[in-house]
């Protein structure tokens, strides 16, 4: 057991650090220029091929460690970057191709994955098909040459800028709802697809609703098999629950000592309460990193992420929300107001617990995947 | 890096596992804690093994490894709750090994690696500590006050026992009257150590009270199926999950911390013995609740668990003191000076 960095992890830090010293983008730019600048930084990040670091040599990644995946997202986060645009590609459409399609489909949507000329989004949640997945009514109907798409999806970050959907929709509806599903590669570029952004608590609108009206798929889009929409979706949503929370733990950690800080201007640092809870929630988010780098060096031995991906989740959004709670509790009006970095924290960590799987559905994974519960029967 | 045990450290943890599942059951356990003595006989086969060695230098008598190894054996006894002297003694160890001159080791540590002159920790103030596992029966009794430590032989200080909640083993106040000889080394280091594996039996008892539920609230029937199908029972075991695996990952952190990158290890050592101290008596707590009524007797075994894992809590510092320094650490401030502790800071 060793948490230190192996000689060629410690390289393959400096050489990012390097990298990123020569290559820094600069500040962030507003809403407007925001997107061109992201696509332009992922852009940057290929060139310099930091874009998929872990994906694999033959598609065009470094083909790193997973542990050296952490590395990166610690190391962009400590520099307070962003992640590639294309983030949801790259974690989540990426690996799924990977694994469920075909060689046509690899060199076809692979790479500009990694140079961003291609954005993904993942249609998955729908109105009605949250929590409850498996109740996803999208219908894609059989047409000459491929698939007619009509339904709704909810919940759906860049949309407006995506090119392709990551679209799980039901192929037989006289199936178990579970075994009805096919995955889909749409293109969002046809008249059939409305994108509507959709104002969330902050005020601003991060993610979409999403119309389809007789959309296409041809053919050479299915992921996976007809009907077998299911597991190749579960391959999505494992990656995504592992791999959420390890650039978060330090942007937590800033916000952490950020908090500390105006902790300290106010005279308040030695109140007994405020270094218990300050304490705590320092402990809280060492913990996240040390689970994180256990689940990841399990999964370097086993090859996949497992349901034990569900506690880093899990803590994350928790430990996240204490944060702000107690810079909300301990500042007041002043981290309330608009013009305060938390005021959107206070706001957006609600979401922490909803996003990618709610927690009480992580808690029904832990409980029948990883305790071996028995789960109740449905309708009971 | 590889943060998962190695296949040598995956084996001790199974040995250990084995070895104590047939030689400290909970029927030996219920023995002791029904007011039988320890058995030697246990001790001395642990001896035998070299267990009682693993966290010493060789030099010194010991086995040499380092301190996760003996956290997966402190582990290992907390999931049994093996009623036995082999915590305080490996926690009196690892401070004479981090703080005692040569001279001072050559003249401890061998008796602690071979269990013929074993040792005991505990936190004291104004020469009295109120809270000693093991005293008698202890050659030595290391007391630490603050920065400093001071060795005590057993026939020097004045020792009492005191019946706490926690039957399975055996507790002291100590009242040093004077003297003792004094550590000069690395007193937090050695006792950050002991913290480690007093954290490391802690997320043992959290495992074995989750282990014990979860089998429970599978064969537990009420309004004709499992009770593990509610999930106000299910998602209970959830958050024990969490709890145990939190004390899991804090203390293999700190105890890797702690032989590779101990300028680090205050912070570790603190968070560990913090999400521990906090995690076992919760754990155990919620599986009283979760066991139901048959969990509030004295026949189910549950209750070991619970009484143990207070009794782990209030030693070397508690939850709220260790994130009182953590905190400090964070924040770049002063840790306050030994007799300035917040009152109550001496178990």
Known sequence: MDLTLSPSELAFRDELREWLAANHPGPIPTDEEGFEWRRNWQRKLHEGGWAGVWWPKQYGGRGATLIEQAIFSEEITRQRLPSPINVLGIMLAGPTIMIHGTDAQKDRLLEPILSADEIWCQGFSEPDAGSDFGNVQTRATKVDGGWSITGQKVWTSIAQLAKWCMLVARTDPDAPKHKGLTYFVLDMEQPGVEVRGLKQITGSAEFNELFFNEAFVADDMVLGEINGGWGVAMTTLMNERAGLAFGMQVAMRQNLDELVEQVRERGLVEDPYLLDRIGELYARTEVLRLTGYRGLSKQQHTGVPGPEGSLPKWMSASTNQAITELAADVLGAEALSQESAWAYRVQRSRGNSIEGGTTEILKNIIAERVLGLPRMKAGA | ?347
């Open chain 2, 1 to 347: 890096m590889n943060f998962d045990l190695n296949d040598d450290q995956r084996e001790i943890k199974n040995t250990a596992r084995d070895l104590l599942s047939r030689r400290s059951s909970f029927e030996e356990v219920r023995r002791v804690g029904e007011g039988g003595a320890y058995d030697d006989s246990l001790w001395n086969e642990l001896t035998e093994l070299g267990w009682t060695g693993i966290g010493i230098d060789e030099e010194s008598g010991g086995v040499g490894f380092g301190v996760i190894e003996l956290a997966l054996l402190a582990e290992e006894l907390g999931y049994a709750v093996t009623p036995s002297r082999f915590l305080a003694n490996a926690m009196a160890g690892l401070v004479i090994s981090s703080a005692g001159s040569d001279e001072q080791k050559g003249k401890w540590l061998g008796g602690i690696a071979s269990g013929e002159a074993p040792a005991t920790l505990a936190f004291a103030r104004d020469g009295v500590a109120e809270l000693v596992p093991d005293a008698e029966g202890s050659a030595v009794i290391v007391l630490v006050d603050g920065d400093r430590a001071t060795v005590h032989d057993s026939a020097d200080v004045s020792v009492e026992k005191i019946e706490t909640i926690d039957p399975t083993r055996t507790y002291f106040r100590v009242t040093a009257n004077g003297g003792g000889e004094p550590l000069e080394g690395n007193v937090e280091g050695g006792v950050d150590r002991a913290e480690v594996i007093l954290s490391a039996e802690l997320t043992g008892i959290a495992q074995r009270a989750l282990d014990m539920t979860v089998e429970y609230v599978k064969q537990r029937k009420q309004f004709g199926q499992p009770v593990a199908v509610f999930q106000a029972v299910s998602h209970g075991c959830a958050e024990m999950f969490l709890e145990t695996e939190s004390a899991r990952s804090a203390t293999y952190g700190a105890a890797t911390v702690a032989d590779s990158d101990p300028e680090q290890l205050p912070f570790s050592a603190s968070i560990a013995k913090a999400v521990a101290g906090e995690a076992g008596p919760r754990v155990t707590r919620k599986a009283i609740q979760l066991h139901g009524g048959i969990g509030f007797t004295w026949e189910a075994d549950v209750h070991w668990l619970f009484k143990r894992a207070h009794l782990d809590a209030a030693q070397l510092g508690r939850t709220h003191e260790h994130r009182a320094r953590i905190a400090r650490i964070a924040a770049g401030l002063d840790q306050p000076k030994a007799g300035a502790k917040p009152v109550g800071a001496t178990a």
